[in-house]
């Protein structure tokens, strides 16, 4: 597509339930980043792929948030057992950097609004 | 690990110009990004250094100093709709990742 496209854009769910976070990256980009961003906040890393592979899992809070990106274009962000404190933008970007050798720009989604209740 | 640190908000007048400070802390740098983000909008590119020196972009120049830890974006002839959030990022080759700052909340009054 022409841009990074996330679905949802906004996601109501309550405490306990599973959720899955959707992103589609820039055609050709070989790099996906999530992140989350609460109000007046910079955005926190969470987790960076290089092709399929997380290359960085770091920022990942606890073992209740995984990612996957199974053939490189398409990643998906799963929470477990949700709590109120998930509630924040999560924020998905790619870009055509190759490992070390050149940080391209970061394109961003439009991001999907996660609300805990 | 890495440590950002901007101002947390700062206020101008439209036509002036003003200065966003950015200092920061890395154990492999690798370059260093200013994005804009509108409330409620995804952030969009600025600006990139990788070595000293300014970087201009129309309005908008950017300004790093790799031996201090500093940065900063220069806005020129402020407009109303420069309104917005102002991120420091830095791309680190140690996690290989970007990690971005707090942010600056820039308001431009009339």
């Known amino acids: 597509g022409a841009g990074v496209s996330q679905t949802p854009s906004n996601k109501v769910t309550e405490k306990g339930k599973y959720v899955e976070l959707r992103c589609d990256p820039i055609s050709g980009h070989t790099a996906l980043y999530w992140y989350r961003q609460s109000l007046g906040q910079g955005p926190e890393f969470l987790i960076y792929f290089q092709g399929t592979g997380a290359a960085d899992d770091s920022g990942l809070p606890n073992d209740r948030f995984f990612a996957v990106r199974p053939e490189g274009s398409v990643s998906t962000l799963k929470i477990q057992r949700t709590e109120r404190g998930d509630s924040a933008v999560y924020l998905c970007?790619?870009?055509?950097?190759?490992?070390?050798?050149?940080?391209?720009?970061?394109?961003f989604g439009e991001g999907s609004r996660l609300t805990v209740l | 690990g890495q440590n950002i640190d901007q101002p947390t908000e700062m206020t101008a007048t439209e036509g002036a110009i003003v200065q966003i400070n950015c200092t920061y802390q890395?154990?492999?740098?690798?370059?260093l990004f200013w994005y804009q983000q509108h409330a409620g909008e995804a952030p969009t590119f600025l600006s990139y250094?990788?070595?000293?020196g300014l970087e201009e972009k129309g309005r908008f120049s950017s300004f790093l100093s790799r031996s201090k830890g500093y940065s900063y974006l220069l806005l020129k002839e402020l407009q109303m709709k420069d309104s917005a959030s102002y991120l420091c990022?830095?791309?680190?080759?140690?996690?290989?990742?970007?990690?971005f700052g707090p942010g600056t909340r820039l308001s431009v009054l009339p």
């Open positions: 250094n990788v070595l000293d």
């Open positions: 990022a830095l791309w680190d080759n140690y996690g290989q990742n970007f990690v």
């Open positions: 970007a790619s870009s055509l950097t190759q490992g070390t050798a050149f940080a391209g720009e970061l394109f």
């Open positions: 890395t154990s492999g740098f690798n370059g």
